[in-house]
């Protein structure tokens, strides 16, 4: 296990931020190609235009909370990206999707530190459900997300058409506390 750097900081992207969120995701899709239901042969020919239409609608939507963390003063990239949307027809569940931390940054509490302030940000939305897929194993990611309150639901799927590898899907159930609601007045 590495030892843990000094500071985490997860934050929102900005809609300006389009190439390094770009270059974060299609790396993350060659260094883990077997963890996102995308891949990066149906992602690296994306126009510039369409990857900063993605992340413009996205910080504007109020739906989507693109999540990046950092470790100030050491690198310019990004450690680790996460993507959490609200259920385009149930508001209250939210879903995470391209969670991942760069392999220079795992075991450092990386991948913890976005997903609770995923989990902060569901809770603030007052959704009731945290929802995710994950590739079947006995991995990092399936740890963290055990260790963190997820459960197994219903039985694995394939991760994509044609794949052999298995996703299963997990969900966190949030309870709602008054100190929740009164840090995100107007939910």
Not at 127 to 140: F, H, P, R
């Amino acid at each position: 296990m590495t030892s843990s750097p000094a500071s985490i900081t997860v934050r929102n992207l900005t809609a300006d931020e389009w190439q390094q969120y770009r270059q974060t995701r299609l790396r993350s899709l060659v260094d883990s190609p077997n963890a996102f239901g995308s891949t990066f042969a149906a992602e690296k020919d994306r126009s510039d235009e369409a990857w900063a239409t993605r992340l413009l609608l996205a910080t504007s939507s109020g739906k989507d909370h693109p999540l990046v963390a950092e470790i100030p003063d050491v690198s310019n990239e990004f450690a680790g990206l996460l993507w959490a949307k609200e259920d385009a027809t149930d508001t209250s569940i939210v879903h995470i999707f391209q969670m991942w931390v760069a392999p220079e940054y795992r075991g450092q509490g990386v991948a913890t530190e976005l997903l609770r302030a995923a989990i902060l940000w569901a809770r603030s939305r007052c959704a009731k459900l945290v929802q995710l897929g994950v590739t079947c194993g006995d991995s990092a990611a399936m740890r963290l997300y055990l260790r963190e309150g997820f459960r197994a639901i219903g039985t694995p799927e394939p991760l994509r058409p044609d794949s052999a590898l298995l996703a299963q899907t997990m969900r966190l159930v949030l309870e709602q506390t008054p100190a929740a609601k009164d840090i995100f007045p107007g939910k």
